[in-house]
């Protein structure tokens, strides 16, 4: 089964707020870490990455944060953006493979 | 700069036809493949992947095949659609276990 979960399945945030996208693991011995944007009737698209030897790494208005204690990871993204509408998921590496969350919808309104 | 295609987009089969889906890269030599499959508001799960040319690992036992006959070729295939075969098919690829993976545009396919 699945290892790596989303605390929500959806969030709405508004315009120009900040959003925080949270996702729990189980598999304390992966040691890599993907953020997926999906938009409708899109592929999924690499967001950030984050391996275990970080707890923080930062993109464009993107930070993602690693605890490792409680193998939890969050999507920060800031000044949220009506084009930041997508689900999103959370990714980690299990032997030779991705194994994905089931996303997160983030919702931006004007 | 490497780019992964997908097709056809869009498919809508009867139930107990045969099916190929096909993937291809470009830009890059010796990837890793992968086929996922997307249910409606749900996560990817892994279908199978491909490490080279002739090497296929199942992850999921069904009446889906996957074969590589050309580094940069990845094709999904069945014999017999079943309804529950609906879905969005997602093709991958990665240079490394280890690395991120890069996602073609998807085929959806409804099977009815």
């Known amino acids: 089964g699945e290892s790596v979960g989303l605390h929500l399945p959806t969030l709405s945030v508004q315009e120009g707020d900040n959003s925080i996208i949270n996702c729990a693991y189980s598999?304390?011995?992966?040691?890599?870490f993907i953020w997926y944007k999906q938009e409708s009737g899109k592929g999924p698209q690499f967001i950030i990455d984050?391996?275990?030897?970080?707890d923080k790494r930062q993109g464009q208005r993107v930070t993602v944060l690693l605890n490792k204690t409680v193998k939890h990871l969050s999507l920060q993204i800031a000044a949220t953006q009506p084009g930041d509408s997508a689900v999103y998921f959370c990714?980690?590496?299990?032997?030779?493979?991705?194994?994905f969350g089931k996303g997160t919808t983030l919702s931006v309104s004007s | 700069s490497q780019t992964i295609h997908q097709w056809p987009a869009t498919l809508v089969q009867p139930v107990g036809s045969p099916l190929s889906l096909e993937c291809t890269v470009e830009?890059?030599?010796?990837?890793?493949l992968y086929w996922y499959r997307q249910a409606a508001g749900r996560g990817l799960q892994l279908l199978f992947y491909?490490?080279?040319?002739?090497?296929i690992s199942s992850e999921v036992p069904q009446n889906l095949s996957a074969s590589r006959p050309q580094d940069r070729q990845f094709i999904l295939s069945s014999k017999k659609l079943l309804l529950s075969d609906s879905g969005f098919y997602l093709c991958?690829?990665?240079?490394?276990?280890?690395?991120?993976?890069?996602f073609g545009p998807g085929t959806r396919l409804t099977v009815l």
């Open positions: 598999n304390s011995a992966s040691d890599y």
């Open positions: 990714a980690e590496i299990s032997g030779t493979a991705l194994i």
């Open positions: 491909s490490v080279g040319i002739g090497q």
């Open positions: 830009g890059t030599s010796n990837p890793n």
């Open positions: 984050i391996r275990s030897n970080m």
């Open positions: 991958a690829w990665s240079d490394s276990y280890y690395n991120e993976q890069f």
